[in-house]
């Protein structure tokens, strides 16, 4: 069972480096975005019904979030792998690998980086600001270059544990129902988890159950990044120095450590000012400047990215069949 797990990972990792996510194919995501829509308006019915006005009413009320959406998601997908399975198991292993696929993104992001680092390349800085948009929340139209090189590397070290090494590691512990579910969790933070006025408290259980999800993958992912970090002759022994100083001072208890990673292994500084529709958000500075941030960096960043993936999988290939032989 354990190499029949191991191989679906592997194969799920190369499907996604292979083809990605085609444009013409129906993703998870959308189901997953359309149920949450519609039970935000189940909920906000409820609020209104029974007057809920408090804090804690309010995040209790939220708790339907995850409740509802990754229970029915995790519950599709089980009674989708079981009823292919009840006809053959070699559909099942397919159907499995092909979902975890659509679970982790390590093409797509590299792409989205890639085509800000070309844009840059080609000196048209409009349209790699342009680019950034379509990945950031923060206002790209007056960043000079060595900003687009840090949003760049940010959400693609942001997002190896959000779009890849988190989705693997659930896959690893739970097959594809796991892996969804998970994604589902994560859709949720990216829709409901935000610390405005509308989803301050309503949003709060899916924000912190995406941080409870993503604590130990990130942590996990660490090494990995590490020896990737080795492989693109950047700088390991920093990156671990970085991590232990700055990471903690990140909003996010995950995301600062690949960050600040990130960060350290490439020698430059992350972090600082973003804007978002005008307004000023200061974030906790991540590494030294020891040089000025350059494009070249998210081409580095891009490939830490697959080497990441790479390392990742292997361990978790390698630590199903020796916990299987244990």
Not at 217 to 229: E, I, Q, V
Request: hydrophobic content about 50%; glycine content about 10%.
């Amino acid at each position: 069972m354990a190499v029949i797990a191991a191989s679906m990972l592997l194969l799920a990792v190369l499907l996604d480096r292979w083809i990605g996510d085609p444009r013409w194919l129906p993703h998870p995501v959308i189901g997953m975005g359309w149920l949450i829509s519609r039970m935000e308006s189940v909920i906000r019915r409820i609020v209104a019904a029974f007057r809920l006005k408090g804090k804690w009413s309010l995040r209790l009320a939220g708790c339907l979030f995850p409740l509802s959406v990754v229970g029915s998601v995790y519950g599709l997908a089980v009674g989708l792998v079981s009823l292919v399975n009840g006809f053959s198991v070699w559909a099942s292993w397919i159907l499995e690998t092909i979902l975890i696929a659509t679970t982790i993104a390590s093409k797509g992001l590299a792409e989205a980086g890639l085509e800000i680092f070309h844009a840059l390349v080609k000196g048209d800085l409009p349209k790699a600001r342009s680019s950034l948009a379509m990945v950031v929340g923060r206002d790209t139209e007056h960043l000079d270059e060595p900003e687009v090189v840090r949003g760049t590397v940010e959400t693609v070290a942001e997002n190896i544990v959000d779009a890849v090494t988190s989705p693997l590691f659930f896959a690893a512990l739970g097959g594809a129902p796991l892996a969804l579910a998970y994604r589902a969790v994560n859709t949720l933070d990216s829709m409901v988890g935000y610390k405005n006025e509308r989803y301050l408290h309503l949003g709060w259980a899916s924000a912190r159950l995406d941080d409870l999800a993503n604590w130990l993958p990130a942590r996990l992912t660490l090494p990995a990044m590490l020896a990737a970090l080795y492989f693109a002759e950047a700088s390991p022994a920093n990156a671990w120095r970085i991590v232990c100083r700055d990471a903690a001072g990140h909003p996010s208890p995950n995301s600062g450590i690949v960050e600040a990673a990130m960060a350290g292994g490439l020698g430059i500084q992350l972090g600082g000012i973003n804007r978002y529709q005008g307004r000023v958000s200061h974030r906790a500075l991540l590494g030294d400047a020891c040089r000025s941030r350059e494009r070249q960096d998210i081409d580095t960043a891009v490939r830490v990215l697959y080497g990441t993936t790479f390392v990742y999988v292997a361990g978790l290939s390698i630590g199903l069949c020796c916990f299987s032989l244990g």
